[in-house]
């Protein structure tokens, strides 16, 4: 046996040991692991999609991320262009390679200069498609894969965020329901809410400790009536 | 035998003291007690969610075994390994040996308080890989060659005076005439150090929040995103995990997490909550090619089936300590060892000793506020008293020896950490002390010097005076 192999056998023989003089409770892990059961849901979700969709603005914002809302997917280059001049940014943007944001109208906005793939550490300024927000705390969640870098969502000074209002969900259960029919979990799975921050000099809150310093999120309204109000 | 948690009484006497650290004190019973007050008046589910955290890890705990088996299994089939560790010198060697498996230079660091249990930061450092903590406070901590004092706040001891002072010491290249007045411009300077160390580390540490059986997916919650550079840029990610951090179901986190943030820091949610699941894909943009989990156990299994085993319950959120009387007026250091407040106060008994640290479960008022905000609903003062009944009864056992030589061990290994309590100890005492030579009594420490006088030590240790003295170390 190796090393390992006997401090494995050892650590389970302990919990076994101890296990012994515990009444079970009657749960078998497995079943409970099938069962995905919730928890109690916080009642603040329980709304109409519209509702849902302004739950999740006001919380985000109360979070310091900011918010700017389209009624069109081919506004995004326009949104992310004004943001960028009114917070006086560099016009220069690493997205994700992701095939929507690819095929978004960037030649309406020639001022912009967007590169796709990973970020390097040198990029001021990231976009990236969201998979799904949590209304219940403002909270968005982004998935890793081949389009979706993850260093972009930490690295750059300024994280721009596009998100479908279809995407918004109450709770966070609903957003893992859709994360699991969306195929295998993937490598990271980022939940955040508002820009990096830290409270540990003098317990003052600073933003943008060594993530982002400036969130911003473009809501793209897409016909709420296609969700299914969760 | 030198260790720290056994001179609580003398700690205690120079944190009371310490006007740096009773203003952080003050500060930190409006700031933490009032936000987590306010965030649990804002989620009437609160304390439903209480029971059901603490049934969450009830059941874990009854079937801890075949959890840890489940998630190993998906671990590996998502092409990470897990690496089972019996003792904190396991840990240590197992990173270790993963670090020269790439010949690392250079390690970064999320805040894990794993990490600081098993002492991997002066391990690295004496085998010739740096380690560098990313966390805000954890780097600062780190740059003053001291533990940290909270579990959430490891450097809420530290005014900004001080934090500059550490600064234009270290970061010698910068202009020694820039402005550190204000925490912005630390924080600034913090995070354009730290930039290049995330590019260049071979390997990251962070620690876990949770694990999670369902998915083998390991969990860290942050505020600062450094956790999150620390586990994507390097080719390695290792996480140092304690056992009892497995939940069933990505659902079963939710409800806990629902609870964290608010106990902690009295957030709804904090920024960054990260679920890491193996290695990167191959069709991955970038994440790390190695994942790595280091599996502690150091003295906890045998708590199962113990009257102790509720503190297996913990989320390491931090509320017992904010709220505690005890800790409010002396602090995280004054505890000797890595974890302070109500849930050190019964966990540093069970992993080093009951008879190295009979003073912890004596620091308490037994005002019941702890248990009061617990959010898993863990009997902190019940545990404290059992404890205080053990020491009373059992003499040395050969089981305490042992328990004490570890704790010597501890020690020995962090040459940094034994000279810094060393010297607290030495200074608190001679300072209290030399007025009258000799001490009759020490407050919180009656039942010490009730029956015995202590020599008020004079000066300095013998290390520092061998230092002051031209001494080669
Ligand atoms: S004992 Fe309870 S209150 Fe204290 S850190 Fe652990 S979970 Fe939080």
Redesign the interface.
């Known amino acids: 046996m190796t ?2 192999a006997r ?2 056998a ?3 023989g ?12 009657g ?1 078998s ?1 497995d079943e ?2 099938d069962a ?5 849901i ?3 979700v329980d709304k109409d999609h519209a509702a849902l969709v302004e739950l999740f603005v006001d ?1 985000a914002t109360a ?1 310091s991320a900011t918010v700017s809302r389209v009624d069109d997917e081919s506004e995004i280059p326009g949104a992310v262009a004004d943001y960028l001049a009114g917070e006086n940014l560099p016009a220069t943007l690493c997205a994700a ?1 992701d095939p929507a944001l690819q095929a978004l109208p960037w030649d309406t906005r020639p001022a912009l200069t967007v590169r796709y ?2 970020s390097d ?1 040198a990029d001021e300024v990231s976009l990236t498609p969201a998979f799904a927000a949590v209304a219940e ?1 403002g ?1 968005l969640m982004l998935r ?8 972009l ?3 750059p000074d300024t994280h721009v965020v596009v998100l479908r209002e279809s995407q918004i969900v109450g ?3 609903e957003a ?1 329901d859709r994360l699991r029919a969306a195929g295998p ?20 809150i ?1 933003l ?5 310093r400036r969130l911003h999120i473009v809501l793209v309204q897409d016909g709420e009536g296609e969700s299914d109000g969760g | 035998m030198q260790t720290t948690s056994p001179s609580f009484p003398s700690n205690a006497r120079q944190a009371l003291a310490d006007p740096d650290l009773q203003q ?1 004190l003050t ?2 019973k409006v ?1 933490f007690v009032v936000n987590r007050a306010n965030a649990v008046a804002k ?3 609160f304390d ?2 209480r029971d ?1 955290g603490r049934d ?1 890890k ?2 874990v ?10 998630f190993e299994a998906k671990v590996t089939e998502n092409g990470g390994h897990v ?4 003792t904190a010198d ?1 840990a240590r060697r ?1 990173i270790l040996d993963i670090c020269r498996s790439v010949d690392a230079k250079t390690v970064t660091k999320g805040k894990s308080m794993i990490g600081e249990e098993i002492g991997i930061n002066d391990f690295l450092e004496e085998n010739g890989v740096t380690p560098v903590e ?4 954890e780097y ?1 901590i780190q740059l003053r060659k001291e533990p940290p004092s909270h579990i959430i ?4 001891h ?3 005076e001080k ?1 500059a002072e550490s600064f234009f010491e270290t970061h010698d290249q910068l202009d020694a005439d820039r402005n550190l007045d204000e ?2 411009a ?3 300077e ?2 354009s150090m ?2 290049q160390k ?2 260049d580390a071979d390997v990251g540490i962070t620690g876990a929040n949770f694990l999670i ?3 083998g ?1 390991t969990v860290i919650v942050t ?4 956790g ?2 620390t586990q ?2 390097p080719k390695i990610h290792i996480v140092t995990a304690s ?1 009892e951090k497995i939940v ?5 986190a ?2 806990i ?2 609870l964290l943030a608010r106990s902690a ?1 009295g ?15 191959p ?5 790390p090619e190695q994942f790595h989990v280091v599996l502690l ?1 150091n003295g906890r ?6 009257e102790f ?1 509720d503190i297996l319950r913990c989320i390491r959120c931090g509320a017992c300590m904010n709220h505690c009387p005890v800790y409010g007026a002396v602090g995280g250091h004054a505890y000797g060892w890595v974890y302070p407040g109500p849930m050190g106060a019964v966990l540093t008994p069970t992993l080093i000793g009951v008879d190295q640290a009979a003073h912890l479960p004596n620091a308490s008022t037994f005002c019941g506020k702890c248990q009061q905000v617990c959010p898993m609903h863990i009997p902190l003062p019940k545990l404290m008293r059992h404890y205080r009944e053990r020491a009373f009864e059992r003499g040395l056992t050969p089981g305490t020896l042992r328990a004490g030589l570890k704790m010597w061990a501890f020690f020995a290994r962090r040459p940094r950490l034994y000279q810094f309590f060393a010297g607290l100890k030495m200074r608190a005492l001679a300072a209290a002390g030399r007025r009258r030579g000799r001490f009759k009594s020490l407050p919180l420490a009656g039942g010490w010097t009730r029956h015995r006088d202590m020599p008020a030590p004079q000066g300095a240790t013998f290390q520092q005076q061998w230092d002051a003295a031209g001494g080669a170390r």
């Open positions: 090393d390992s401090a494995r050892q650590i389970l302990m919990i076994r040991k101890g296990k012994a003089s515990q009444t079970p409770d749960q892990p409970r692991i995905k059961r919730r928890g109690t916080p009642a603040r919380h979070l390679p793939g990973r550490g705390t909270t890793s894969g081949p389009d979706h870098p993850t260093t969502n930490f690295l709770p966070y259960e893992w979990i993937p490598r990271a799975v980022n939940f955040v809410s508002g820009p990096s921050r830290t409270a540990d000099i003098e317990q003052t600073q943008g400790a060594h993530g982002p | 952080a500060k930190m700031g989620l009437p589910e439903t969610l059901e969450i009830n059941h705990l009854s079937n801890l075994d075949t959890y840890l088996e489940r690496h089972w560790c019996r396991e197992t990313t966390d805000l406070g600062i706040a490891p450097a809420i530290v005014p900004k934090v925490p912005r630390l924080v600034d913090a995070r730290l930039r995330y590019l059986a369902e998915t997916s505020n600062e995103g450094n999150d550079l994507t840029l056992l069933p179901t990505l659902e079963d939710s409800t997490l629902r820091t957030q709804e949610f904090s920024s960054y909550t990260t679920f890491s699941t193996g290695p990167r894909r069709e991955d943009a970038d994440g156990d299994s045998a708590l199962l089936g113990t085993q």
